[in-house]
């Protein structure tokens, strides 16, 4: 077996209303939408840091500054597709991913197929290399009023 590596990752967001609400490159239906200087997509913040972190390439802050106006509004898709050529560079690539997403609503299941679908064309990875999961907060702190969403990923990366 090669060299191999695994990563992780944490993103979170507020949340505000008639704000878009993008997540996993889908763009879902609700009053709310996670709020941040690019599309705010929590889950592929989370993907991102953690397969920086795998191929210890420090973090998504460190290259996609929110004071960087390349990033203002930017499709997160975009940003997973610049980790990955970073990836590349060091000899790394993807094993696989599992995630989780924590909000009380929307619910998420409906939408896991679709969210899979965009990471693994933006990753160039198999979708079946691609584990989402959603869980609610049992409406306890902050994501349980509907305040804010947070997702969390592992990755395993190989050498190539």
């Not at 973090?59 to 990033?71: A, K, L």
């Not at 599992?98 to 197929?113: F, G, Q, V």
Request: charged share 20%.
């Amino acid at each position: 077996m090669g060299k191999i590596r695994v990563g992780f990752g944490f993103d979170v967001h507020q949340l505000k209303d008639q704000h878009p609400f993008i997540l996993g490159g889908v763009k879902l239906e609700h009053h709310s939408g996670a709020y941040g200087h690019s599309d705010a997509d929590v889950l592929l913040h989370a993907i991102c840091d953690a397969l920086l972190g795998a191929a210890n390439l420090r973090d998504i802050g460190f290259h996609f500054s929110n004071t960087d106006n390349r990033w203002k509004g930017i499709s997160s898709l975009v940003l997973l597709q610049h980790v990955l050529e970073l990836l590349k560079e060091k000899g790394w690539a993807i094993g696989n991913i599992d995630s989780m997403i924590c909000l009380e609503a929307p619910k998420i299941n409906p939408h896991i197929p679709e969210m899979k679908k965009n990471i693994a064309a933006a990753a160039g990875i198999d979708e079946d290399d691609i584990s989402i999961k959603a869980t609610t907060n049992e409406t306890m702190g902050f994501i349980g009023r509907q305040e804010g969403v947070v997702a969390y990923a592992t990755c395993l990366i190989e050498r190539v």
